[in-house]
């Protein structure tokens, strides 16, 4: 008779498995989890994907691998598909075969921020660069491919792994007098130990509405909002001066407006989200850098 439950994790050495990697150290749930990286698993070989699926019977598998380089992508297009789009299509045939629920990530920067209130599920996707599409493409193999799914899509997300805004911020506020971020992209940070709780939750609770899922945490900001809270809450003294999106041009183009809504997610799991700004004290305490 089967134990416990079986977790695959795909790209653990990222900012997303290695916040979920520290999660599991304090649960107390009998999960077994087999953490990989792209070492390991390679997610955009079909071959490997499916070896190391029947390697065990793994009840569910979290793809934290991708291609996030978000400007990169741009001169990279064949990369940014290769592993966002193929890789994905590989994870979801493989996940089917083996009978294997699949949680993938997925971005806000599927949507072309156009909108002016908070993106639904529902909403019709149209991303303006090509990460964008990419991460698009990689959801729609998952829809093709399997029922047993969930896709999150989540936005700004930072923690004290990796490399994020939240990490930059520190960095650049202790080193420099001056600095300017733009404040006309408006969206929501998200920590990743909050995601995380609510990827966990989803296996815990063995939760089977299946589908499209928005979350990030509450509330909303500009990029400038987050980095002067970054900066109020690390005690870090910097001249911050917002700029508009135009005078700091990036080969990517990014969504003006990118709130999600998280009714559906909420409801479902039967929880409530930390509004962001709770969760950034929370964040700068793990990294020790609160003075
Ligand atoms: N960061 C954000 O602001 C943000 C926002 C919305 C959604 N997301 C989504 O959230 C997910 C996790 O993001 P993250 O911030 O944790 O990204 P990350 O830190 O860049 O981690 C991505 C991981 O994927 C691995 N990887 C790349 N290609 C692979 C392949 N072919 N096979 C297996 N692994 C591969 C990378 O390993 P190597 O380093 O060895 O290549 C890396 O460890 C991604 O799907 C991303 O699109 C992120």
Same mark, same amino acid.
């Given at each position: 008779?089967?134990?416990? #439950?079986?977790?695959?994790?795909?790209?653990?050495?990222?900012?997303?498995?290695?916040?979920?990697?520290?999660?599991?150290?304090?649960?107390?749930?009998?999960?077994?989890?087999?953490?990989?990286?792209?070492?390991?698993?390679?997610?955009?070989?079909?071959?490997? =994907?499916?070896?190391?699926?029947?390697?065990?019977?793994?009840?569910?598998?979290?793809?934290? /691998?991708?291609?996030?380089?978000?400007?990169?992508?741009?001169?990279?297009?064949? &990369?940014?598909?290769?592993?966002?789009?193929?890789?994905?299509?590989?994870?979801? #045939?493989?996940?089917?075969?083996?009978?294997?629920?699949?949680?993938?990530?997925?971005?806000?920067?599927?949507?072309?921020?156009? &909108?002016?209130?908070?993106?639904?599920?529902?909403?019709?996707?149209?991303?303006?660069? $090509?990460?964008?599409?990419? &991460?698009?493409?990689?959801?729609?193999?998952?829809?093709?491919?399997?029922?047993?799914?969930?896709?999150?899509?989540?936005?700004?997300?930072?923690?004290?792994?990796?490399?994020?805004?939240?990490?930059?911020?520190? &960095?650049?506020?202790?080193?420099?007098?001056?600095?300017?971020?733009?404040?006309?992209?408006?969206?929501?940070?998200?920590?990743?130990?909050? @995601?995380?709780?609510?990827?966990?939750? $989803?296996? =815990?609770?063995?939760?089977?509405?299946?589908?499209?899922?928005?979350?990030?945490?509450?509330?909303?900001?500009?990029?400038?909002?987050?980095?002067? /809270? $970054?900066?109020? $809450?690390?005690?870090?003294?910097?001249? @911050?001066?917002?700029?508009?999106? %135009?005078?700091?041009?990036?080969?990517?183009?990014?969504?003006?407006?990118?709130?999600?809504?998280?009714?559906?997610?909420? %409801?479902?799991? #039967?929880?409530?989200?930390?509004?962001?700004?709770?969760?950034?004290?929370?964040?700068? #305490?793990?990294?020790?850098?609160?003075?």
């Amino acid at each position: 008779m089967k134990q416990s #439950k079986r977790v695959l994790v795909t790209g653990g050495s990222g900012q997303l498995g290695s916040t979920l990697k520290k999660a599991i150290q304090s649960t107390t749930e009998t999960i077994d989890f087999v953490f990989t990286d792209s070492k390991d698993l390679d997610i955009s070989n079909l071959e490997s =994907v499916m070896e190391y699926l029947n390697k065990a019977d793994f009840d569910y598998c979290i793809n934290c /691998a991708g291609y996030t380089q978000v400007d990169k992508a741009e001169e990279d297009e064949e &990369k940014a598909l290769f592993i966002n789009e193929h890789g994905v299509k590989n994870l979801a #045939k493989a996940c089917h075969s083996y009978n294997t629920i699949l949680i993938h990530i997925s971005t806000d920067f599927v949507f072309d921020g156009r &909108k002016s209130s908070p993106y639904l599920e529902t909403d019709r996707p149209s991303p303006l660069g $090509i990460y964008g599409l990419s &991460k698009y493409k990689g959801e729609q193999e998952v829809v093709r491919n399997m029922d047993r799914y969930f896709i999150i899509r989540t936005s700004w997300l930072y923690s004290e792994y990796g490399h994020n805004f939240f990490k930059s911020m520190l &960095k650049y506020g202790r080193e420099r007098d001056q600095l300017s971020v733009v404040f006309d992209q408006i969206g929501t940070p998200t920590s990743a130990h909050d @995601l995380v709780t609510a990827i966990l939750k $989803i296996i =815990v609770e063995e939760i089977d509405n299946y589908g499209i899922y928005h979350f990030s945490n509450e509330g909303v900001a500009s990029w400038y909002d987050f980095a002067q /809270a $970054i900066f109020d $809450i690390n005690g870090i003294q910097v001249d @911050l001066k917002p700029i508009r999106s %135009k005078e700091y041009p990036t080969p990517a183009e990014r969504p003006s407006y990118s709130l999600l809504d998280k009714s559906k997610i909420k %409801k479902v799991l #039967k929880t409530q989200i930390p509004h962001w700004r709770k969760s950034l004290e929370e964040v700068s #305490k793990n990294m020790g850098s609160v003075k």
